[in-house]
């Protein structure tokens, strides 16, 4: 069986880089025309999905925008997590999960076990319970060939009261998430299956990322004021293996597919231009 690590890293060969959210903000329903209800939402994800899932390496829905409409809105994303692996492009499915090892555990079948009908190619996960708790994960995307992404320096203002404070070992807990994952993907080729969440807003940080040897999700672009130039800065010698991740940027183009389409390959470039 393949990893994650190299799945992906064929995607991004024949695909290139970016990853594209889907995520249907009620206000993007009403700009789109569509009512906000499980119906536009339907529209919505499938709209994203067929104009995007042959050509981007990476689809990330965000769970939380499916989740508003309860199982309705869950039969959704797990119709449109199919269409877009049928399709080609790798699903990273944005719940941000963390809980102590046995719930874990659960979440990680919930959503890597092939047996799922919510099984996606990753998720992200939450550190906060210490990057222990987070071992069935772990151990469930090796089983399954899946990756994880663990949020390190993220890209809301709130983050750094946290991810920068130094712990008792004179490391930022920001470091420490990033040192324990390098620890985990060492030595995999072509790439770990771990990732990391760094966010493209985070300017100039005395953080590390050279070691990770697994994909560098970085969302906060466009919408949220990240831009491609920064890349360069905020992931020095771990640049070549970002993944830029575009949302509201992307999808304010629909609800057209040429415009979608057009919108992604606008980003694409804007990111190769940097050396993406
Ligand atoms: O894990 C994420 O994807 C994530 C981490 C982070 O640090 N910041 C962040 O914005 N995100 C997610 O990335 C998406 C950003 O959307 P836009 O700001 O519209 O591009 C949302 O789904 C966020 O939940």
Same mark, same amino acid.
């Given at each position: 069986m393949?990893?994650?690590?190299?799945?992906?890293?064929?995607?991004?060969?024949?695909?290139?880089?970016?990853?594209?959210?889907?995520?249907?903000?009620?206000?993007?329903?009403?700009?789109?025309?569509?009512?906000?209800?499980v119906?536009?939402?339907?529209?919505?994800?499938?709209?994203?999905?067929?104009?995007?899932?042959?050509?981007?390496?990476?689809?990330?829905?965000?769970?939380?925008?499916?989740?508003?409409?309860?199982?309705?809105?869950?039969?959704?994303?797990?119709?449109?997590?199919?269409?877009?692996?049928?399709?080609?492009?790798?699903?990273?499915l944005?719940?941000?999960r963390?809980?102590?090892?046995?719930?874990?555990?659960?979440?990680?079948?919930?959503?890597?076990?092939?047996?799922s009908?919510?099984?996606a190619?990753?998720?992200?996960?939450?550190?906060?319970l210490?990057?222990?708790?987070?071992?069935?994960?772990?151990?469930?995307?090796a089983?399954?060939?899946?990756?994880?992404?663990?949020?390190?320096?993220?890209?809301?203002?709130?983050?750094?009261?946290?991810q920068?404070?130094?712990? /008792?070992? &004179?490391r930022? @807990?920001g470091? $420490?998430?990033?040192d324990?994952?390098?620890?985990l993907?060492?030595?995999?080729? %072509? =790439?770990? /299956?771990? &990732?990391l969440? @760094?966010?493209? $807003?985070?300017?100039?940080?005395?953080?590390?990322?050279?070691?990770?040897?697994? %994909? =560098?999700l970085?969302? &906060?672009?466009?919408?949220?004021?990240?831009?491609?130039?920064?890349l360069?800065m905020i992931?020095?010698?771990?640049?070549?293996?970002?993944?830029?991740s575009?949302?509201?940027?992307?999808?304010?183009?629909g609800?057209?597919?040429?415009?979608?389409?057009?919108?992604a390959?606008?980003?694409?470039?804007?990111?190769?231009?940097v050396?993406?």
């Amino acid at each position: 069986m393949e990893t994650f690590g190299t799945r992906l890293s064929e995607a991004v060969a024949a695909r290139g880089p970016l990853c594209v959210g889907i995520d249907p903000h009620a206000a993007l329903l009403t700009r789109w025309g569509l009512s906000d209800d499980v119906t536009g939402l339907e529209r919505f994800a499938r709209t994203v999905v067929d104009a995007l899932a042959d050509r981007v390496a990476v689809l990330k829905p965000q769970s939380a925008f499916f989740e508003r409409f309860g199982s309705r809105g869950i039969a959704v994303l797990e119709s449109i997590i199919r269409q877009s692996r049928e399709a080609g492009a790798l699903v990273l499915l944005d719940v941000k999960r963390g809980d102590i090892g046995s719930t874990m555990a659960a979440y990680a079948s919930a959503y890597l076990d092939p047996a799922s009908p919510l099984r996606a190619d990753a998720i992200t996960v939450s550190p906060y319970l210490g990057v222990g708790s987070l071992r069935p994960a772990f151990d469930a995307a090796a089983a399954h060939g899946a990756g994880v992404f663990v949020l390190a320096l993220t890209s809301n203002p709130e983050g750094p009261a946290v991810q920068h404070a130094v712990t /008792s070992g &004179g490391r930022t @807990v920001g470091q $420490t998430v990033i040192d324990e994952i390098s620890q985990l993907n060492a030595g995999a080729e %072509p =790439l770990g /299956s771990l &990732g990391l969440v @760094v966010g493209a $807003t985070i300017g100039e940080t005395c953080h590390d990322l050279s070691k990770v040897n697994g %994909p =560098l999700l970085a969302p &906060g672009l466009g919408a949220q004021g990240g831009t491609p130039e920064k890349l360069r800065m905020i992931f020095g010698e771990g640049l070549r293996n970002v993944l830029p991740s575009y949302s509201r940027e992307v999808l304010g183009a629909g609800p057209d597919q040429a415009g979608l389409r057009s919108a992604a390959a606008r980003a694409a470039d804007a990111c190769r231009a940097v050396g993406l």
